[in-house]
């Protein structure tokens, strides 16, 4: 069995690895979703976005399932304090969830028109709302969240659904939104042709840049921003009580890890060079090499943000000390145990038969390839 | 302080969105297999027919499908969202199965269900087969993880609680996996999904076949339900889970709740087949008594004794009493996390812990509890007769029900009479009592746990996250709006597509392609 710490720490990362997965994953099909009112303008057209995720949304979604319940699995104190602590926002991301499901499977079924907007409209909701709600809660854990816990463990949020909308909060959600769609666009460079993949390529450009600006606003932002530091020892090898522990408020903390490692200033370089060369790519219609680069420019932002508030995850502004650390949010080294051998083994499975799925499905999807498909396709 | 009307609010919105989400999973769990056993035919036969079928079938599986997705996510959402005390206790427990979920069975599902649709002409029909397995392998894998969960939620088994992070954790995670009772829930569960899937091919075979519509399409529809549904309906009957409600000494209060057992009998004891159960005078009004059959069914012997409410009672009273002790020596230990003989002293109690818990919910300080407040909380811990012995009646009623269903059903088709319309009709207007059936059933298992979240170990007034009541309003009432307008587009896709037949396929083969002239789909 592998030692508490170690698995305190491959846990850390295999929640990384998920959130990449989602990010990856289920958002090119977000940013498809949040597209499609505008790269399609007939209904021909908008069909054939959505068919170009058609077969594959559904298992990409379940990066996001499995994320949650990973969540609950390893680190549930957080679980327990983020879902219930953003109440609304969480209501807000799961009602607008509903409709892409129901939206992509229901839509062209009827052939009334008013249904099928309505519908477009819906997936545009519950593929940008998610996606821009994601970056806020990162943008507010970042900045640190008010809530505490009681002896007993209960997490009590103390802040509105309103104050969650701060400044940095609001540039992380663009940042997240914007990267979600930047990819989604790519991956549309590669499935469409003709005027919808031209749309989408100048979608990818805007989506691009705006990304690259947020990032590097939201950069500046944090650079002078107050982070937090452990001031007691911690027993990183022994099961925690959050409570335990000391934590002061320190401006600049949120740099001090890269600046202990310099080379850690590789992964903002990442999300740069991945956001700068996936739109080079993406004007000249390389769609297979834009998406690769968008993918690794979400890879470089995400794990920006992981290494900065490191070994903090859920950071409380108002009683430091019920901030959550990967050393103290965690399961049982049993159920890190379990959960790592079951990810372990499973992980590559799932990227095989999924990589499968997406090559039996390979090739431009078409305004004909829907025509001649009317019946069996969205 | 958590406030009563916010458990209540909780409660219900759980309540109605489990409920809710349920009206999907047993079509998905059950269509999934029969598509697979239409398919195989196809594969094996090469009559088109079949493919037609899978496919036509297949589209309602996914107007289903959708909503079984969309309200799955609310139950993945809720255990964090409105049940944080809960999600924190028993995460390291509970949260294990979920995550296993994604990763072995609903990715598998997801992937699969996106290639059995778009995949026909691009997968060779073998490998097509292969994906419609696994979407079937895939649905059926996660129930069994969700029901591992849920079975631990009754039985909690290979976990102790840990006092310096003040949560239950894992101990041995092959007893959480091999819990009895998810052995015996999953089977159950799964018999109920085919059984709910067979009636809805069946019915609507039956509908076309009293239309005269398609016969030769709905005839071997109705002939694979038949057999499928019989199948299923035996083995819901034959490996019928009361067993496991005994084999755990946790389900003891459901058991003599569900079936009304007031005062302990010697064994074997009866069964009250019928009669109306009354909480005040604590008696069974005009019962209908079976003897020695339930101490029969529900312990597989003639000498072992079933509690009955009144010994329960009697056993909880006591570990309530251990459970004041043990919630004084836990505050004890926290004072001095270090010294030894507190732990000591706690250890000696911890098993009752949750019984002293059960007093928070009246008194703070559980060591100010009055005799008035045990009576209430010995009252709390037995689930509300009534309603329980009679949900219990009407889902066994209902399965007899479908089990003579699918025995005439396969009977004619066997005879090649499907043109009896009495039999028509009567599977026809069968098709909303299985999902009547399943959720009296979750009824019957979740009511039953009350007043426990976690059986003997964690109150659901305990449970919930820090919110205000106005905040599950606000919620409640998105809930109510999303899920009445998602059930109208639903219900409205089905009946339409439904009521279309096979011509949804666009095929030019089936009944109002064809111009009304009365040809059958001839297959090749």
Redesign the interface.
Known sequence: MLDYTTLKLVWWALVGVLLFGFAVMDGHDMGVGTLLPFVGRSDDERRAVLNSVGPHWEGNQVWFITAGGALFAAWPLVYAAVFSGFYIAMLAVLWALFFRPVGFDYRSKLADKRWRQAWDWGIFVGSAVPALVFGVAFGNVILGIPFHFEDTMLPVYSGSFWQLFSPFALVAGVVSLSMLVFHGANYLIVRTEGDIQRRAQRAATLAGVVMLLGFALGGVMANTMSGYVVTSPIDTGAGLNPLDKEVVRQAGAWMANFHAHPALFAFPALGFVGGLLGIVFARVARGVIAFICSALAELGIIATAGIAIFPFVLPSSTDPHSSLTLWDCVSSQRTLGVMFWVALIMTPIIVAYTGWAYRVMRGKVTVEYIKANDHSTY | MISESLVDLSRLQFAATAFYHFLFVPLTLGLSFLLAIMESVYVLTGKTIYRDMT?FWGKLF??N???G??T???M??Q????W??Y???V??????P???????A???E??????F????D??SRLGHLCVTYLVAIGSNLSALLILIANAWMQNPVGADF?P????M???N?ADIVFNPVAQSKFVHTLSAGYVTASIFVLGISAWYLLKNRDSEFARRSFRIAASFGLASALSVIVLGDESGYTAAETQETKLAAMEAMWKTEPAPAGLTLFGFPDEKTRTTKMAIHVPYVMGLIGTRTTDKVIPGIDELEARIARRIDTGIVAVKALERL?KDPKNAQRLADFNAVKADLGYGLLLKKYVADVSQATTEMKARAIDDAIPHVPSLFWSFRLMVGLSIGFLALFATAFYYAARNQLSTPWLLKWALWSIPLPWIACELGWFVAEYGRQPWTIHGVLPTHLST???SPG?LI??LS?FLI?YSL?LV??LY?MF??ARLGPS???TGRYHFETAGQHTEARHA
Not at chain 2, 79 to 82: K, P, V
Not at chain 2, 117 to 120: P, V, Y
Request: charged share 15%; net charge neutral; no cysteine.
């Open positions: 496919k996914g107007i499908f959708a909503l997705v969309t799955g996510l609310t993945e959402f255990f964090g969202t409105n944080a005390f999600s924190h206790y995460g390291d427990i509970f949260g294990a979920l995550a296993i979920e994604g990763l072995l609903f990715f598998l997801s992937t699969m269900v996106g290639l649709f778009f995949g026909w691009r997968l840990n310096v992070t003040m949560r954790e894992m101990t995670f926290r996250s820090a919110l905040n606000f919620s998105g999303f998602l587009a639903e896709l339409k597509y949804s396929l666009g």
